[in-house]
């Protein structure tokens, strides 16, 4: 199974505990593929080093390099239209659609209100771990 995650979904997991964090417990024991683009990992990056600096102790350098690692990187093209009320989000669909992923994971509303775009399924972190089966 592939998979996408959203930024806030990679970060609440990385930072804090919960249901993101047990979706990358999944992912770091290989049930599963993680994809990213250039542009995600590049926020991914960015956010990091945002939160990074509000939470000294956590250092999120070794999981990013991991996540670079061990990711599939896949060339995601802009999407031909918005699919998503907030644009800037569309890059996590063009992931997910480059790279044939089965879900999109976020906490993210805008996301969320697509549902469904082209056999990518757009669910939270929750709804992914009831389908998952953990």
Request: with cysteine; aromatic share 10%.
């Amino acid at each position: 199974m592939r998979i996408v995650l959203d930024t806030n979904v990679l970060m609440s997991g990385l930072f804090w505990r919960g249901t993101p964090a047990r979706i990358l417990d999944g992912w770091r024991d290989r049930h599963f593929d993680l994809l990213i683009s250039p542009e995600v990992y590049s926020e991914y990056e960015r956010v990091s080093k945002e939160l990074g600096a509000t939470r000294p102790e956590i250092d999120p350098r070794p999981f990013l390099r991991l996540v670079l690692s061990a990711a599939f990187m896949v060339d995601a093209e802009e999407l031909e239209q918005a699919v998503c009320s907030d644009p800037d989000d569309d890059k996590f669909i063009a992931c997910g659609l480059a790279g044939g992923a089965e879900f999109l994971v976020t906490g993210d509303k805008a996301l969320l209100a697509v549902h469904d775009y082209r056999g990518l399924r757009i669910v939270t972190p929750a709804g992914f771990l009831k389908e998952w089966g953990r």
